[in-house]
C-alpha cells in the first residue's frame, strides 16, 4: 500500500475590490512582497508572501483577486503529493456530498485542482503541482 502524504497548506484565497489599494496595504503594513503578478497575463490577481528566497518556490501565499467582496474569504488552499491524492479527497468529498468542483485542470500556476465545502461553508481547495511548497 502506497504511504500517504499530508496535504501541505499553501494559500488563503480573498477578493477586494481595488487591487492596488490592496497590495500597498499588504506590502506595507504587513511586510508582504509580491511572490507572483498575474496581471501581465490577463488575471486580475497577485500572490503576495513572505520576502522570496532566490530560486524558491514560496512557502504560503495571500492571493488577492480584483472582484465583488461578496465574502471575507474565498477559500483556503492545501497542496497535495499528486493528482491521485486531489482525486481521492475529492472522492471522499462526494462521498459526503460536500464535492463543489469535481477535479479538473486548467493549465498555468493553478493547475490540477478540488473544491470542497468545510462543515460550515467554507471554501477548501486541493491541488496538485502548483509552484509553492506549502507549509
Not at 503594513?29 to 509580491?34: A, E, N, Q, R
Request: proline content about 8%.
Amino acid at each position: 500500500m502506497p504511504a500517504l502524504h499530508m496535504p501541505r497548506w499553501t494559500h488563503i484565497t480573498i477578493n477586494v475590490s481595488d487591487l492596488e489599494r490592496s497590495i500597498q496595504f499588504y506590502t506595507s503594513l504587513c511586510g508582504l512582497s509580491i511572490a507572483r503578478d498575474r496581471r501581465p497575463e490577463g488575471r486580475h490577481n497577485v500572490w503576495l508572501g513572505p520576502p522570496p528566497v532566490t530560486g524558491e518556490d514560496p512557502v504560503f501565499v495571500l492571493v488577492l483577486i480584483q472582484d465583488e467582496v461578496k465574502a471575507r474569504l474565498d477559500h483556503f488552499g492545501f497542496q497535495c503529493e499528486s493528482r491521485a491524492e486531489v482525486d481521492r479527497i475529492a472522492e471522499l468529498a462526494r462521498e459526503q456530498n460536500i464535492l463543489i468542483e469535481p477535479p479538473q485542470d486548467i493549465g498555468g500556476v493553478v493547475g490540477y485542482f478540488t473544491m470542497v465545502r468545510d462543515p460550515d461553508g467554507h471554501l477548501v481547495e486541493f491541488t496538485a503541482g502548483q509552484p509553492l511548497r506549502g507549509l
